[in-house]
């Protein structure tokens, strides 16, 4: 609804007067579509009474005398119409001071009317901006709402992907776990099998010894009979070979099992560091989880608040 103007008024009040009519509030607001308060509008007329175009339209206007009555007796005429005038004029003064006590009454009953009028124009507009900022604070918390609904779905999200990673990393540690008990399982054999070979080592030094007990022997029957010597030499040599041949054997065994253990020591770490992850992404979750509930419970207080 457009606000009334000056104007507005002024042109209401210009086409009762030229009517006839004394311009009022009340009629101009009919004029004007019962828009604007009577306050308003009293205001502009006040204004509008004291421009010369008011005065000129709510002058009175004294007819002049009729032609047929001009003539040679127009003195005695003019003094006739001058006392009718005079007379009409005293009635007219009569009428005046009665409209003016009934205007002045009217004034203040309108005074009071306009001051009633102000006063809930007032209490109407503290209404509308109490209203309008209402309504902002339902927009504002409607928005929140929007987002805070957003967020919440989004922490759904990844509160779900958090589970699923959670579970991903429960499986790979599962399996690190089967690897690293695989893993001891080889390296228990292999150590089963260099225990076999020290035995089979130390088994097979006690032979050396025994064979070199012996090959001491052979020496000394040497100088006996160069034949004998001579197989006796080619016997220490086959032994010495079986001898090297062991002892390589040993080697590689040991290699494997250092390998084997450097293994089960990686396999260690990577189990480790799986389960610091997997404590790591829980408790992250949890927090997550901690500070979502936060955000629904507040959030469940802003509804309920707005609601109330």
Avoid at 147 to 168: D, G
Avoid at 223 to 231: C, F, N, R, Y
Avoid at 253 to 266: F, I, V
Wanted: glycine share 2%; hydrophobic share 35%; proline share 2%.
């Amino acid at each position: 609804m457009s606000k009334i103007i000056f104007e507005d008024v002024a042109s209401a009040a210009r086409r009762l007067a030229e009517t006839g009519e004394r311009p009022s509030a009340p009629k101009i607001r009919r004029l004007l579509g019962d828009r604007g308060g009577m306050a308003t509008i009293q205001k502009h007329l006040d204004v509008w009474r004291e421009t010369e175009e008011a005065k000129e339209l709510q002058a009175p206007n004294i007819p002049d005398m009729p032609e047929h009555l001009q003539g040679d007796a127009q003195t005695l005429i003019q003094q006739i119409w001058a006392s009718a005038t005079a007379v009409a004029d005293k009635d007219i003064q009569n009428e005046r001071e009665k409209l003016a006590l009934d205007r002045a009454e009217m004034e203040e009953k309108l005074s009071e009317t306009i001051a009633v009028s102000e006063e809930q124009e007032s209490q109407i507009e503290s209404l509308q901006d109490r209203l309008q900022h209402l309504e902002n604070s339902l927009g504002k918390l409607r928005q929140e709402n929007t987002e805070l609904r957003t967020q919440l779905a989004s922490e759904s999200n990844e509160k779900s992907i958090l589970k699923e990673r959670c579970a991903q990393l429960e499986i790979a540690s599962n399996g690190a776990k089967e690897h690293a008990a695989g893993l001891m399982r080889e390296i228990l054999a292999e150590r089963g099998k260099r225990e076999r070979l020290s035995e089979e080592k130390a088994e097979l030094n006690a032979k050396v010894l025994e064979q070199r007990h012996v090959n001491d022997e052979l020496r000394s029957q040497l100088a006996l009979s160069d034949s004998k010597s001579q197989e006796l030499n080619t016997a220490f040599e086959k032994l010495t070979a079986a001898n090297q041949d062991m002892n390589n054997r040993f080697s590689v065994l040991t290699e494997r099992c250092a390998q084997l253990e450097s293994n089960l020591t990686e396999a260690s770490t990577r189990e480790d560091k799986n389960r610091a992850q997997y404590e790591s992404a829980l408790k992250s979750a949890e927090e997550r989880e901690a500070k979502l509930l936060a955000q629904i419970d507040k959030l469940s207080d802003s509804v309920k608040s707005v609601n109330a």
